[in-house]
């Protein structure tokens, strides 16, 4: 049987994630320190893992709202109106969903016809571009700059605008390369949504990680913006929640009524036991002090990191936000492909390759500083080392 005319043609259109190929090949190998997968290293709060064993002690076990606990929706509209500076209804503008990635799934499905065009940022997460393309959209991708610290810029948002465009899609602080917008900046890219009547999907999953001490600012929370915008944030990275896979999105209600009309059909809720650790999460204020304390160990691997990558003579940027450093390899006449395999193959130090990331992501290198520090000092000496050789 040909297995690829059985296939549809727009998953045969999607390349299989450069992250994961790349770490099939250090799977079940302890000689490798890992830079790579972009998960915390530290454990969910105590806490917070107390309250999902609780309640399963309590039998808690069974369906939720299609939309999620309304307990959950009350405290996450809390949170957004204290953190994100925007208000929303909890009854009818909140989606509880299963991981920020199927809150994406579902807001693109709900936007597009077949056709129609999603303007993005990159270098940025590999799921970006694939998730337009299997919602029957065409992706558009704008490139960022490492002058501009990897920031989006209006004119590049409207340069890209054409009469198809339909969705903007923002990930900021970004994965991979840490860069944070201005509010100058997002107020300029506001006005461009505005003028052109696009739909902004704003994935903020690495919000609560910024640092050098910038507050974080919603594109949300600009004038004219919330009619306009859907909001997405979820527990796995500020939270170490990863495993429990729970997001959430944000929006007027007739686009999170949209949304849910999908989710009911293909997820129905998201796992009760997950929704009730992200309650505690929310309402134990004991659990920010722990998010904190994460935050300040991961500035202090980001400043160390990039102290040595740009010593050792990797131009590197300091990034803004999330938990990835981007050094430019450029110089050294490798690939960023062949540059990582050879940093695996002669020092077991695994970090992934740029263009994993996008076309423009080539000539850089993703090093996630998720990572034990005694681990991170030993990862920045066998680099050094390598590209001593170099």
Known sequence: MNYAEKISDQVGKVP????????????????????????????????????????????????????????????????????????????????????????????LRALLNPGDEVIYHAPCYVSYSPSVVMAHGKAVEVTTRKEDGFALTPEAVKAAVTDRSRVLMLNFPTNPTGAVCSREQLEGIAKVAIEHDLIVLTDEIYSELRYD??????????????????LLHGFSKAFAMTGFRLGYSCAPA?????????????????????????????????????????????????????????????????????????????????????????????????AVPGNAFGEGGEGFLRCCYATAFDQLELAMDKMEAFVGRL
């Open 254 to 350: 007739p686009l999170t009524e949209a949304m849910m009309k999908i989710h009911q059909y293909s997820m129905l809720c998201a796992p009760i036991t997950s929704q009730a650790a992200a309650l505690e999460a929310l309402e134990n204020p004991a659990t920010m002090e722990v998010v904190e304390k994460m935050r300040l160990d991961y500035k202090r691997r980001r400043d160390f990191m990039v102290r040595r990558l740009n010593e050792m003579g990797l131009e590197c940027h300091s990034p803004g936000g999330a938990f990835y450093v981007f050094p430019d390899i450029t110089k050294f006449g490798l690939s960023s492909k062949d540059f990582a395999m050879k940093l695996l193959e002669e020092e077991n130090v695994a």
């Open 213 to 230: 001490d910038e507050k974080h600012v919603s594109i949300a929370s600009l004038p004219g913006m919330r009619e306009r915008t859907i």
């Open 16 to 107: 299989r994630s450069g992250i994961r190929d790349f770490f099939e090949l250090v799977i079940g190998r302890d000689d490798v320190i890992s830079l790579g997968v972009g998960e915390p290293d530290f454990p969910t709060p105590w806490n917070i893992r107390e309250a999902a064993i609780y309640s399963l002690e309590k039998g808690q076990t069974s369906y939720t709202s299609n939309l999620g606990l309304l307990s959950l929706r009350k405290a996450i509209s809390k949170y957004c109106s204290n953190f994100f500076d925007v208000d929303y209804d909890a009854a009818s503008e909140v989606l509880i969903t299963v991981g920020v990635s199927e809150a994406l799934d579902l807001a």
